[in-house]
């Protein structure tokens, strides 16, 4: 016992790893998590998100190039919070989320971009290269926080200025004419409850991005799966 | 005539998180040949997306050292050349190759790094990802390093079974070595800096020094095998590693 012991734990000493310094792709989700998403449609996600983390980290590329980031837009408050924080994918639990009240899809964006601009210092300090964020806004109903248009406004200028890349997507009974005022990209429309469709679609996009070289064409296509025309 | 040389040879090969994942057996394969002041060390790293990657890395390895520890040195560029198209033809012919022609070495897919060196002079011929580092001077961080090649994308590289694998084959010559390191990309990741062309200081040094006093080659690689296998090798990469060291002494 006490020889294997020895051999399992014999190591060659100095050995330093480097950290982690691929270029990131950081992606984050705003999910509205609303009381109309109880049921069914709070489940649907969930399972989505078990299968972004399961397909992020088969992902041998994208498992220690994209980070992940979800805030989840809900409460009675109108709140905004970080249900999971920055992480590398490889890293990445799926939270269990919960649904129930309002939908303060503003509060949420301006989180996500003031998220993002702290993280970009992060990468700065530490000498690490990242491609432009990504943030996916799902909802299926509409913003209800005061000052949404505000942030709504802060999104299209934070794309225009090259910071960020916002897709909106809207589920059944979301406001789309609301919902395209995020992006600058017209709002896609996700068919019945394929949240595990979108989600795979996502890892499999953000991971191709991941590895693209610098000003690749646009890698965002096949989204049949999920989307409805 | 001089004395016949022995090189002292480790290598370990480790299955990554990622194939351990789906209960599958590790893609990288390692072969090595000496004879008088001759060595010859070959690593591959067969494609994942590949159905009989490891068969064409095993192939390559076997294959290449077999033909070069005996080839005429003054023209190793050649019989290099040479080693990869007998390998090819041998694949062409292989059982599980429906097509019996190129077409079917797709499913054959693995990267080349290799190194034959003799009388103070080498040379890395390279396919692909992976590296080879050639260590001159200890004290002076001396090396000469075989660079990964990638694609457009950082997962796309190149393979010895491609129709134009020769606009890939890659030779990098070096002298006067005290040893010399192959590996495949998933040691490259923290052996090699970000802009892969230089060491991590704290990587392959320590483990050069440490193989080279330690002259129990079961005891040299069980070692260089943890140490592979730790949390933080795991982290930083989920593939596949394979590390084998030479001594040129």
């Not at chain 1, 996500?112 to 943030?135: F, H, M, N, T």
């Not at chain 2, 060390?41 to 050292?65: F, P, R, T």
């Not at chain 2, 003799?118 to 001159?136: R, T």
């Not at chain 2, 040299?220 to 040129?248: G, I």
Request: charged share 25%; glycine share 6%; proline share 3%.
């Amino acid at each position: 016992m006490a020889d294997t012991q020895n051999i399992s734990s014999e190591m060659i000493p100095y050995v330093e790893f480097a950290d982690n310094a691929n270029e990131r792709t950081p992606c984050v989700l705003v999910l509205d998590c609303s009381g109309s998403m109880r049921g069914e449609p709070i489940k649907q996600l969930n399972v989505g998100l078990k299968a972004l983390e399961k397909e992020l980290k088969e992902d041998i590329d994208a498992a220690s190039r994209v980070q992940i980031l979800i805030i989840k837009a809900c409460g009675k408050e109108d709140e905004a919070v970080v249900a999971s924080d920055w992480v590398d994918a490889m890293d990445f639990t799926a939270p269990s989320m919960e649904a129930g009240g309002l939908t303060p899809l503003g509060k949420a964006v301006q989180l996500a971009l003031k998220k993002i601009e702290d993280q970009k210092e992060l990468y700065d300090s530490c000498g690490v290269s990242s491609k432009r964020p990504w943030i996916f806004l799902v909802s299926d109903g509409e913003p209800t926080d005061y000052g949404w248009e505000q942030a709504a406004q802060e999104c299209l200028d934070a794309q225009k200025n090259k910071k960020v890349i916002v897709h909106a997507i809207g589920t059944q009974g979301a406001n789309m004419e609301k919902l395209a005022k995020f992006s600058l990209m017209p709002p896609k429309r996700l068919v019945g409850l394929k949240f595990t469709e979108f989600f795979l679609w996502l890892s499999r996009s953000v991971s191709c991005v991941s590895k693209a070289a610098p000003h690749a064409d646009d890698l965002l296509k096949d989204i049949d799966a999920w989307n409805e025309e | 005539m001089k004395n016949k040389q022995s090189f002292q040879i480790v290598a370990v090969s480790t299955v990554g998180a990622y194939h351990k994942a789906k209960g599958v057996q590790g893609q990288d394969c390692f072969a090595s040949k000496q004879n008088n002041h001759r060595v010859v060390a070959v690593v591959s790293d067969g494609a994942g997306s590949a159905k009989y990657g490891k068969i064409g890395a095993k192939y390559v390895c076997e294959k290449v050292c077999e033909l070069l520890v005996r080839a005429d040195f003054n023209h190793i560029r050649q019989h290099i050349i040479n080693a990869i198209e007998a390998t090819r033809d041998e694949l062409m012919m292989h059982r599980l190759n429906k097509t019996k022609n190129e077409n079917g070495l797709v499913d054959f897919s693995a990267t080349l790094i290799g190194a034959v060196y003799q009388n103070g002079k080498g040379v890395f011929f390279h396919i692909g990802d992976g590296a080879g580092v050639a260590l001159l001077n200890e004290t002076k961080h001396d090396v000469v390093i075989s660079e990964p090649e990638n694609g457009i994308f950082a997962s796309e590289t190149f393979f010895y079974t491609m129709d134009d694998w020769k606009d890939s084959l890659r030779f990098t010559p070096f002298e006067k070595a005290d040893s010399m390191f192959l590996m495949t990309d998933g040691v490259t990741c923290f052996a090699l800096k970000k802009n892969e062309k230089s060491l991590e200081k704290d990587f392959i040094w320590p483990i050069n020094q440490f193989l080279s006093r330690e002259k129990n080659t079961k005891k040299a690689s069980r070692a260089l095998k943890n140490t592979l296998e730790t949390a933080q090798a795991r982290r930083l990469s989920a593939d596949d590693k394979t590390l084998m060291w030479v001594s040129l002494k």
